[in-house]
Structures are given as C-alpha cells and as structure tokens.
C-alpha cells in the first residue's frame, strides 16, 4: 500500500482489512511512503494491525524519470497534484514496482490504494491464485476516453508496432481486439490488484514495459498503468492465468466513504 499520509480513515480501512481478509493474519502488509512520516506514524500503523507491519522509503525511486527524457522541456496534456507526480506514480505502479530488489521475497503482490476498502468477507485470494496457477487478480473493466485523454488513442498504434517488430503472439487476441474502441480504450480497475512477481519479472514482459516506458507517453499522454496492465495480460498472460474479482462476489469499492 502507497501510503501518502496517516489518516483516520486510512486506519479504519486498515481495521476492515484485518476483519475482512480470511486469512488468519497469515499476510504481512507493507506500506510504501514517499513523504517523511513521524515515528508516532509508524507506531499508530504498527499498533492498528494483527498482521506483520513493514516499511519502506520508496522516494528515490518514485521520483525518477526515463532515460533521456527531459521533464523541463517536455510539454503534458495532463496535470494533477502538480506537473508530474501523477505520472511518476503511474510509472511506480507500472514498471518500477517489480524492479524492486525488496519485493523479490514474495510470491504475489496485492495492491490496495489508500482510498480502497474490502467491504465483506474476503477468503484468502493468494490461496486461489496458487491453486488456479493464475498471475493476476483483476479488478473491474473501466475504459480510459481520447476525449478526456488526448493522445490514448496513440497506445493502439504503439502496441500493433510492437506485436509485429518483436513477432508477438498475444495470448489473448479477443481481449486484445476488444482494447480499442471508438476513442476508447478498456483498463483494469487496479486500485486492487494481485499481481504474481515472478510473471512481471520474466524477460518478455520486462521488455514490453521498458518499450513503453521508453515512448514517454505516461508523461505526454497520460497512459495509465491500469491501461497497461490490460494490455499486458492480452499479450502475455492465457485467459485462465486471470481470475476476476466480481466473478468472486467479492465486496469492495474505491473513493468511497
């Protein structure tokens, strides 16, 4: 979890964690911060959860930029919280989180936002993803608009490029094909995901993320990782290696109250 700051409903959300999640406290969490927190922070983190708590100080790498991209002269169609720092943690979620020599220790990364809450009961989702052999729990289809988003569209073009100079089979031509719509183009909804580390760490997939990390189009055009992490379940990962969160039942919602 990529915590900002500490806040009481970010402690409320941690407790329906620990309620909810039918695991017997079994999963450590690890908070990921990238602002100084005060001791009284980690302590009132520490205290809050059952579950084994750890840290870990993210900020030099959260705020690097691709090689020979040049942030002062390079214009974006898309500002929030500043020029950047939208853009530099969609780079974190996309590329620069499985290139962490910290996490090479896990097996399955589950991502939760801050703002994320499990609603209900939850069983344990690692001990599906081992027993279905699947590297990747998705969340809701959403869709990221060109209208919105100028310059999304430009993924469609990238990625065919892609397919044929590197002689790309995807895995899932379908849900490929279902990507790009009438100015639209389908995402995974990943405030929650569960990703499988050795997947994202295997030699084809690290190339296609460093192919588009070198296109500079998450800071020009605002391409979302959870675009990206659609595209490359479509390329590099067979429809049964992707389970579905609402094919679960599983209760949860983002930015709710």
Same mark, same amino acid.
Request: hydrophobic share 40%; aromatic share 16%.
């Given at each position: ?20 999640? !039918? ?17 009284? @922070?980690?302590? =009132? ?5 059952? =579950?084994?708590?750890?840290?870990? /100080? ?19 169609? #898309? ?5 950047? &720092?939208? %853009? %530099? ?5 996309f590329k620069t989180?499985? !290139? ?21 009961? *939850?069983? &344990?989702?690692?001990?599906?993803? =081992? ?12 869709? @990221? ?20 100079? /590197? &002689?790309?089979?995807? $895995? ?8 790009? /719509? +009438? +100015?639209?183009? *389908? +995402? #995974?909804? +990943? ?10 760490? =295997?030699?084809?997939?690290?190339? *296609? ?10 800071? $020009? ?13 479509a390329l590099f990962?067979?429809?049964? !290696? ?6 679960? /039942? ?8």
């Amino acid at each position: 979890m990529l915590i900002p700051r500490v806040s009481s409903k970010l402690i409320q959300r941690l407790q329906l964690l620990d309620s909810n999640f !039918e695991d017997n406290f079994t999963t450590g969490i690890l908070f990921l911060y990238t602002n100084d927190l005060y001791k009284a @922070d980690f302590l =009132r983190l520490t205290n809050t959860m059952k =579950r084994q708590v750890s840290f870990l /100080n993210v900020a030099e790498v959260f705020n690097l930029f691709p090689t020979e991209f040049d942030a002062c002269k390079t214009k974006t169609s #898309y500002r929030v919280r500043g020029k950047w &720092n939208y %853009l %530099l943690m969609i780079r974190f979620w996309f590329k620069t989180l499985f !290139e962490l020599p910290q996490l090479q220790q896990y097996d399955y990364i589950m991502r939760l936002d801050d703002d994320s809450k499990l609603l209900g009961r *939850w069983f &344990n989702v690692f001990d599906e993803m =081992r027993r279905k052999k699947a590297v990747y729990f998705a969340n809701d289809i959403d869709v @990221d608009l060109e209208t919105q988003l100028p310059g999304t569209m430009n993924m469609k073009q990238v990625t065919s490029d892609y397919i044929k100079r /590197n &002689n790309i089979h995807p $895995k899932q031509m379908n849900m490929l094909n279902q990507a790009f /719509n +009438n +100015n639209t183009v *389908w +995402n #995974y909804y +990943n405030n929650f995901e569960v990703s499988k580390v050795e997947f994202f760490r =295997r030699r084809e997939v690290r190339h *296609w993320v460093d192919t588009i990390d070198s296109t500079h189009g998450i800071f $020009k055009y605002r391409w979302g990782d959870a675009v990206l992490r659609y595209l490359t379940m479509a390329l590099f990962a067979e429809s049964h !290696e992707v389970l579905h969160r609402p094919a679960y /039942n599983l209760p949860y919602c983002h930015k709710c109250l």
